[in-house]
């Protein structure tokens, strides 16, 4: 019985290994063949990442490097002529791979080689191809034709990005209203901050259906990358030929008044357009562009980047002057034949107030409301302004766009500053006849001059025309909106009449902006500086105006605002503003032949 279970054990033993043997067998050499295959492709691996390393590191460098940045070209931003005034150019920045430089000779070389294209020191260049970053920049954003002749040398670890620069090729020339780049191409300021969502183009997408050596992909046909979209182009209001007037008009009493600050603004009073824009100090937007390091290496301080024709509040003095005129007209307030004496100084709320220079001791005497703007009475405009009353006076100046934004399309605009009627005193109602105890910024007085001399219609002030798309089509068209009326056609008429007599009566303060030939209307301010520190005026600080409305006989063409910080040279608006306002309105009506042939050569001599 044993012996027999033994024996079926044996050949059922035998059996099973007779059966199994083959399939064992076929295991052991499939496993053999995965692992010579595992370790055939671990040596490849091991070739490729270490033996062949820098040969496709040196390929890839050159199959990636795209002709074109990849993402499209910023719009351009141009005059109302189409000239350029804000561009985008490609520019090449030079970087290096340090772990593809490792020996010492190659890095004494390199940096040698680099420092003289580049114009770097040498210690500069070896301690950046000297570090353990992956990458790093050795100059960015420099001409295309340098570039070329360091990818030239096929240098081991050298190569470039495509980047765009941003130019402007005017220099200092409406560098407030253009804005500004950083060096690393973002907009910081001004239009080009402002419009950035319609100028910055779009970036694309690397080709999909090809690989590494540009063959298509089986398969892949039908999926190419996307290509870059430039951005689109602004075209402005500002007339350049106008503008570079403005800018020389504005240098030279820069020079030699020496002033604080200084603006000068232009606007079409029928559209609201904006023809020129200037501030001074200003800077050079290409200086910031091509800072090494960014902005903060650039030693440009930083109220000079400040636009003050939209940021800046102060109390305009006289020129404010026009509004309450227009408010003492159209509310029925005051009438042509009123009158009001001016002793020169008079008690008004507890205190004295004076009138302006000699006249605080001799006073103008009786006045009407053509006189009182003529000569710049303040006494006169006091009792004028308390006559119509804060709420009424405060109504009409809000009408006008007083203490609000005007929403000119520019970053940085602020409010300004007008008290609430209930808050008043006679004497603040008094004040702010002549222009203080209130703050304007120079786009907000001067819309609000431009609406009471065309007819009564507060223009929103703008500076974008239209925006066009890259093939030149337009693709928004901006169209003058009149934000409301603030007074009557009537209204205007006759103040366009007073303010004539500011520039041709023989008292009025004006005269120096007459111009043969055209009937010209203005007016004058010189108002104190308040200093909020010690909360009084400040002594021998005045802040010089002078509006320019022309012609005054017709429909007005053109306001010219211009404003003196702190002239050094110079006391009153009549010697330092007017000047200035008077060579750009003569520009303008040369341009436009208002200026009848026969006035010209005495215009010349004058």
Request: with cysteine; proline share 6%.
């Amino acid at each position: 019985m044993n012996t027999s279970r033994a024996a079926r054990t044996s050949a059922n033993s035998s059996s099973a290994y007779s059966y199994s043997s083959p399939r064992h067998q076929t295991l052991r050499t499939l496993l053999v063949f995965i692992i010579l295959i595992a370790i055939g492709l671990a040596a490849r691996v091991v070739y490729l990442q270490v033996f062949r390393r820098d040969h496709f590191l040196r390929l890839a460098g050159r199959l990636s490097s795209p002709n074109q940045p990849l993402v499209g070209q910023p719009g351009a931003i141009r005059d109302r002529q189409g000239h350029i005034l804000a561009d985008s150019v490609i520019t090449a920045s030079v970087k290096a791979d340090p772990k593809l430089i490792q020996q010492p000779e190659d890095v004494d070389a390199v940096s040698k080689f680099i420092s003289e294209q580049l114009d770097l020191p040498v210690q500069q260049v070896q301690k950046k191809i000297s570090s353990d970053q992956d990458f790093v920049y050795l100059k960015r954003r420099i001409p295309l034709a340098v570039s070329d002749r360091i990818i030239a040398e096929k240098l081991t670890g050298i190569s470039r990005d495509l980047e765009y620069k941003r130019v402007y090729p005017e220099g200092t020339v409406g560098g407030h209203l253009l804005g500004y780049y950083s060096s690393d191409h973002r907009p910081l300021g001004g239009l080009e901050y402002q419009y950035r969502f319609v100028i910055e183009g779009q970036a694309g997408t690397p080709l999909r259906n090809q690989d590494a050596w540009g063959r298509t992909i089986v398969g892949m046909e039908n999926q190419p990358g996307l290509p870059a979209v430039p951005g689109k182009d602004l075209l402005l209001t500002v007339d350049w030929d106008l503008q570079k007037v403005v800018d020389d008009a504005l240098e030279q009493c820069w020079d030699y008044q020496r002033p604080d600050q200084a603006t000068v603004l232009v606007m079409e009073p029928d559209t609201g357009a904006i023809l020129a824009m200037a501030a001074r100090p200003n800077y050079d937007p290409n200086q910031i562009a091509s800072a090494a390091g960014g902005i903060a290496r650039v030693n440009i301080p930083k109220h000079h980047l400040i636009n003050l024709t939209v940021s800046r509040e102060y109390e305009p003095g006289s020129t404010f002057k026009v509004l309450l005129a227009a408010a003492a007209l159209d509310t029925g307030a005051f009438t042509l034949s009123d009158t009001f004496v001016c002793p020169g100084t008079m008690q008004l709320g507890g205190r004295p107030l004076k009138c302006w220079g000699r006249w605080a001791g001799i006073g103008h005497r009786r006045l009407n409301l053509a006189d009182t703007i003529a000569k710049s009475c303040n006494v006169c405009a006091a009792q004028i302004a308390v006559r119509i009353g804060a709420e009424r006076y405060c109504q009409f100046l809000r009408r006008c766009g007083i203490s609000r934004p005007t929403r000119i399309g520019l970053p940085g605009e602020t409010d300004g500053r007008l008290q609430a009627p209930d808050d008043m005193y006679k004497r603040d109602v008094a004040n702010i006849g002549f222009g203080q105890n209130i703050a304007v910024t120079d786009v907000q007085l001067l819309a609000g001059i431009c609406a009471v001399v065309n007819g009564g219609r507060l223009m929103r002030p703008y500076v974008v025309d239209r925006v066009l798309n890259p093939d030149g089509t337009i693709y928004r068209q901006v169209e003058p909106a009149l934000v409301r009326h603030v007074c009557s056609q009537e209204t205007s008429r006759t103040l366009r009449r007073l303010l004539r007599g500011v520039v041709e009566k023989p008292y009025g303060t004006g005269q120096g902006a007459r111009i043969p030939g055209v009937v010209v209307g203005g007016k004058t301010g010189t108002a104190q500086i308040w200093d909020p520190q010690r909360k009084q005026y400040r002594a021998n600080e005045h802040m010089l105006s002078f509006v320019l409305v022309a012609p005054v006989d017709t429909q007005p063409q053109f306001v010219i605002l211009v404003t003196v910080r702190n002239a050094k040279k110079g006391q009153y608006a009549s010697q330092v503003a007017v000047p200035v306002a008077r060579q750009v309105a003569v520009h303008i009506l040369r341009e436009r032949d208002l200026i009848p042939p026969e006035a010209l050569p005495k215009l010349d001599s004058s």
